[in-house]
């Protein structure tokens, strides 16, 4: 069998592992920030019916952009967005691809604060861009005056922000974007995959896109809309930056299955974003009672909890896994996330928890 490095693969490429998560067949799944509540079956016929609709006419190419499913989303969100605000792909993965594409590339930079999700370097990477990773505080905070002197000191093309923040949870401060946008030469990406799970209060950036040409905020219907097999993610922007996107995007993208199924999700939009609460309880207790334990734990506004287990976090990983609980190690030394789900499985984790407590010991 011809091995990876007999081909002539990119050097940049060499010695890589592509990226994921471990998808283990395990009693419980906390380790990508899925939704953990089914999709309701008022709207699995929904969109079952929405999608019988397409199947006759699958010998035609679908809406190459998307037009009715980008004015649900503008509904959506507000905010006084139109269609010629969003842009929709196959997850925010591919859109922020999309945008590296356009304001990226061979010669430019994109710059993001770490620990943050870790697929926009690999973004920047497959898009030829040069990877800035810049700091963040001891605490993973992040303020403006720390923002802007990384930015003033590499000038990037792009600048990421996460916010909530993966995977650390947190939202952003609004002063710390707003800086950002006055002293970055490009682009500013604020990545709000998690937006809707944020606690009451926190502001979005899709606040300031008004006044901010060079504002993208992107979002997903993976997290809070439990839509993650459907793979739809979207950007709001200013028009132009929707043109710019449509420069690079690759023909009739979004299916028209993929279409008709968001379509579908998005008009019963209620009874899938009725777990959010559900899951934001979950999330909060899984803070108090950790804390409540002696581990440190990262503020969060996601559907995820990042903590403290010192020592070796490979090895309170695996004690979690043998107890059935599969958690995420993000690399962070000392530290695990886990994703915050049905009331059930927290029983699980804490639980499972106890068994780590009992090895440290």
Not at 313 to 318: F, G, L
Request: proline letters at 7%; aromatic letters at 6%.
């Amino acid at each position: 069998m011809t091995t990876l490095d007999e081909l002539p693969i990119r050097d940049d490429l060499r010695g890589l592992r592509p990226y994921g998560a471990p998808q283990l067949d395990v009693p419980v799944r906390l380790n990508t920030n899925e939704n953990s509540y089914p999709v309701p079956e008022p709207v699995v016929d929904a969109i079952a019916k929405a999608l019988a609709a397409e199947l006759r006419d699958l010998n035609r190419y679908p809406d190459r952009d998307a037009v009715a499913l980008r004015a649900d989303l503008a509904a959506y969100l507000g905010h006084g967005l139109t269609v010629d605000h969003l842009w929709a792909a196959n997850g925010s993965n591919e859109i922020q691809q999309q945008l590296l594409q356009a304001f990226g590339g061979p010669g430019r930079t994109a710059l993001g604060f770490t620990p943050a999700y870790s697929m926009h370097p690999l973004l920047a990477l497959g898009t030829g861009t040069g990877w800035i990773p810049a700091a963040r505080g001891a605490d993973f905070g992040l303020t403006a005056a720390d923002a802007v002197a990384q930015v003033r000191a590499h000038r990037p093309d792009v600048v990421f922000l996460c916010s909530p923040n993966n995977p650390t949870g947190t939202a952003l401060d609004p002063a710390v974007v707003a800086a950002v946008l006055d002293e970055a030469p490009g682009m500013v990406i604020v990545d709000e995959a998690y937006a809707e799970f944020a606690r009451p209060g926190t502001v979005s950036a899709l606040a300031v896109l008004p006044d901010h040409p060079r504002l993208v905020v992107t979002r997903t219907m993976s997290k809070a809309f439990g839509f993650a097999g459907g793979r739809l993610g979207y950007l709001a922007a200013d028009p132009a930056v929707v043109r710019a996107v449509q420069l690079v995007r690759l023909p009739y993208h979004l299916s028209a299955l993929t279409q008709a199924a968001a379509r579908a999700a998005l008009a019963h939009r209620d009874a899938l974003l009725g777990t959010v609460a559900a899951i934001m309880e979950q999330r909060d207790r899984i803070v108090a009672e950790l804390r409540g334990r002696g581990h440190r734990v990262a503020d969060s506004d996601a559907n995820f909890v990042l903590f403290e287990v010192g020592g070796d976090q490979a090895a309170a990983w695996r004690t979690l896994l043998d107890a059935g609980v599969l958690v995420r190690d993000v690399g962070l030394p000392g530290w695990l996330r886990v994703t915050a789900g049905t009331p059930a499985e927290t029983d699980a984790f804490l639980a499972a928890m106890e068994k780590v407590r009992e090895r440290e010991e």
